[in-house]
């Protein structure tokens, strides 16, 4: 699981509920930014992770599971991801 992955993974996730990421991140009561691209790297190229808080708040605004999250993190030995 890469960093990559999470934000396919929020990307997806965001999709299967009908929400952009800015959307998903206004309904659990984040700032709409949170999820932006612009906010996944530092200014020095560093990866930015999502912090536990903020997914807890996702699954919690859409009443998903962990592994209903879990299931949208791209398989790297299935070729349809």
């Known amino acids: 699981m ?3 992955d999470i934000w396919v993974a929020i990307e997806k996730f965001a999709n ?3 929400m952009s990421c800015s959307g998903l991140a206004k309904c659990s ?3 709409a930014t949170t999820f932006n691209r612009s906010k996944r790297y530092s200014k020095e190229g560093k990866p ?3 912090s ?3 997914l807890s708040k996702i699954l919690a605004s859409t009443g ?3 592994n209903d999250f879990a299931r949208m993190i ?4 299935d070729p349809q991801d």
């Open 74 to 77: 791209p398989d790297h030995d």
């Open 16 to 18: 299967a509920h009908q």
């Open 48 to 50: 930015r992770w999502p």
């Open 2 to 4: 890469t960093h990559e």
């Open 64 to 66: 998903a599971s962990i």
């Open 52 to 54: 536990m808080h903020s």
């Open 29 to 31: 009561g984040l700032d």
